[in-house]
C-alpha cells in the first residue's frame, strides 16, 4: 500500500517562496504519476502540477514560470518549489500518486488513487 506524507506548508508574503514535499513509501519499484493538486474551501480541486515517472511535467496555466515540480534521484519523493507566491496560491495542497501504465500521466485529481493528508500555504499581502 502506497502512503503519501506531504510537509512545507507555511503562511507567507506576497512574493514569497515554500518548497513542499511529498514522500512516499511502498511503490515497490513501480513507475508511479505523481502530481501536486490544491483545494480552497467551496472551490473544486485544481491541477497544479504532474511529474511522470521520467521527469516530463506538466504545469496548470496559473501557476507556470513560478512553480517547478521535481523528483528526486530515488524517486521517493516529490517536490514543489513555489516562487513569487501570490494571495491567489493559499490553499491546501495534496499530493497523489497512480501508477504509470503508458507514456503520460493523468492531468485530473479523480484518477489518482493515492493521496496525502495535505499541507496548508497561505499567502498574505
Known amino acids: 500500500q502506497v502512503r503519501l506524507v506531504e510537509s512545507g506548508g507555511d503562511s507567507v508574503q506576497v512574493g514569497g517562496s515554500l518548497r513542499l514535499s511529498c514522500t512516499a513509501s511502498?511503490?515497490?519499484?513501480?513507475?508511479?504519476?505523481m502530481g501536486w493538486f490544491r483545494q480552497r474551501p467551496g472551490k473544486d480541486r485544481e491541477t497544479v502540477a504532474i511529474?511522470?515517472?521520467?521527469?516530463?511535467?506538466m504545469y496548470a496555466d496559473s501557476v507556470k514560470g513560478r512553480f517547478t515540480i521535481s523528483r528526486d534521484g530515488m524517486q521517493t519523493t516529490l517536490y514543489l518549489q513555489m516562487t513569487n507566491l501570490k494571495p491567489d496560491d493559499t490553499s491546501t495542497y495534496y499530493c497523489a500518486g497512480q501508477p504509470q501504465t503508458g507514456i503520460g500521466c493523468p492531468t485530473v485529481g479523480y484518477r489518482y488513487t493515492d493521496w496525502g493528508q495535505g499541507t496548508r500555504v497561505s499567502v498574505s499581502s
Open positions: 511529474s511522470t515517472q521520467a521527469g516530463s511535467t
Open positions: 511502498g511503490l515497490v519499484g513501480r513507475r508511479y504519476c
